[in-house]
């Protein structure tokens, strides 16, 4: 079992930034991808960035040159860095992981969920 921690979000005034955190745990031997997604109230849960290692990063182009996503591969944390929000970026944001496990077991995992709301 891998578990993912989530910090970071809250409130933010437009054009503001804002920084999330996601730290894996747990049975991993290999962590392939990290990636954000965010669900927006009634939508549909869409990506938002994702770094695999080796790999340049993907970007959803809603938050292309606003968003940066890194990661500490030492550490097993993934970072997104949020800038020029908008009304719109109000969501939950959720981190996910695609890992293989100590025992050669592949398996998607998804953190709880982090509160972001852009708003005067």
């Known amino acids: 079992q891998v578990h993912l921690v989530e910090s970071g979000g809250g409130l933010v005034q437009p054009g503001g930034s804002l920084s999330l955190s996601c730290e894996a745990s747990?049975?991993?031997?290999?962590?392939?991808?990290m990636s954000w997604y965010r669900q927006i109230p009634g939508e549909q849960r869409e990506l938002v960035a994702q770094k695999t290692s080796g790999v340049s990063p993907v970007y959803a182009d809603f938050v292309k040159g606003r968003f940066t996503i890194s990661r500490d591969n030492a550490k097993n944390t993934a970072t997104l860095q949020m800038g020029s929000l908008k009304p719109g970026d109000t969501a939950v944001y959720y981190c996910?992981?695609?890992?293989?496990?100590?025992?050669?077991?592949?398996?998607?995992?998804w953190g709880q969920g982090a509160q972001v709301t852009v708003s005067a």
């Open positions: 747990g049975n991993i031997f290999n962590l392939l991808t």
């Open positions: 996910a992981a695609d890992v293989i496990g100590r025992d050669f077991r592949r398996g998607d995992y």
